[in-house]
């Protein structure tokens, strides 16, 4: 069966090639806006780790990656802004040019906590990058200065994203089916 056919796998929002396409494209004004300054990638598990692979294949500036995986309490549509952090980075960001890499914004409230968290440790500079965001689903004001996709407020699956650990294989983004 291939993978579109998967029981669960609704209708494509975000094909494969729009979204190699607006990864080169974010890819590029990341790499003019710090043009001469070294980058930490800071990629949050597990949602953003193809998203996270291909932008820094694509970045023309030097970078380092660190991950950070949280985990946000609530019904499991829904996020309470309750945050643990099961891994913490690695190496200190204080002084560092930081950009946040996450698959999806949604309420906002994961990524409100993970900003204040990290602005705590005192980076030079501290923005967010999203592949997708659902404005209809904020609880919580969040800049993120680089955006790949706006999408409706549906359950997504695809390219990182996943329902019960499925489908993150995905080579793009799609609503999941309700049958």
Not at 93 to 102: F, K, Q, S, Y
Not at 144 to 152: C, D, L, N, S, V
């Amino acid at each position: 069966m291939a993978a579109a056919e998967d029981a669960g796998v609704g209708e494509v929002l975000v094909a494969a090639d729009d979204l190699q396409r607006r990864v080169v494209e974010l890819a590029a004004e990341i790499s003019r806006d710090y043009e001469g300054r070294d980058l930490v990638l800071v990629g949050v598990l597990k949602g953003a780790v193809f998203f996270v692979a291909d932008l820094m294949r694509a970045l023309e500036v030097p970078c380092e990656l660190d991950f950070m995986a949280v985990t946000s309490y609530g019904s499991a549509t829904d996020s309470s802004g309750v945050v643990r952090i099961l891994k913490d980075l690695d190496a200190p960001i204080e002084g560092r040019h930081v950009l946040i890499v996450e698959d999806i914004v949604d309420s906002g409230l994961t990524l409100k906590y993970l900003l204040r968290n990290l602005a705590a440790r005192k980076p030079k500079t501290l923005e967010v990058c999203a592949l997708l965001t659902k404005p209809e689903r904020r609880k919580a004001q969040i800049d993120a200065k680089y955006i790949g996709f706006e999408i409706p407020n549906r359950f997504v699956i695809g390219y990182g994203l996943d329902h019960a650990e499925r489908h993150r294989n995905l080579p793009f983004v799609a609503a999941m089916s309700n049958g």
